[in-house]
């Protein structure tokens, strides 16, 4: 990856939905450029996806999560990764071992959430944080 690679992905975080366009001019290259290196970005992994963060009413919150040792902490991680409300789901090291960031629109569907986490018989404890703001 060289320094162009990362001003596209600089410029994506910032507005995912931009034209290979406007890209282009303002990066100082060709739209095709961008198209390639874009799609050879996507090839290896590197952009997985392209998403949508929202702002409003919705509650946002983080929930912080400990596994028993000698758990395979990438199985609970995966099955929690889809469900509804689930934003980003991170394997940390420290105190807890997942970190589980939410956008739903409640505090009950959020208290739902964690209440099915601390199902999985693996799980120790969780602890949530609400967010309170985003810059």
């Given at each position: 990856?060289?320094?162009?690679?990362?001003?596209?992905?600089?410029?994506?975080?910032?507005?995912?939905?931009?034209?290979?366009?406007?890209?282009?001019?303002?990066?100082?290259t060709s739209e095709g450029t961008i198209r390639a290196r874009i799609k050879r970005l996507q090839d290896e992994g590197i952009i997985r996806q392209f998403t949508v963060i929202t702002a409003g009413s919705n509650v946002k919150a983080m929930i912080e999560v400990r596994i028993a040792t000698n758990v395979n902490t990438s199985a609970v991680s995966g099955e929690i990764s889809g469900w509804e409300g689930v934003?980003?789901?991170?394997?940390?090291?420290?105190e807890h071992d997942i970190v589980v960031f939410?956008?739903?629109?409640?505090t009950l569907a959020?208290?739902?959430i964690?209440?099915?986490i601390r199902q999985f018989k693996e799980v120790e404890s969780t602890r949530s944080r609400l967010i309170l703001r985003e810059y």
């Open positions: 990856m060289d320094d162009l690679d990362r001003q596209i992905l600089r410029a994506l975080k910032q507005n995912a939905r931009e034209s290979f366009v406007s890209l282009a001019e303002s990066l100082r934003d980003r789901v991170w394997e940390v090291t420290g939410v956008d739903v629109e409640s959020l208290n739902e964690v209440e099915r």
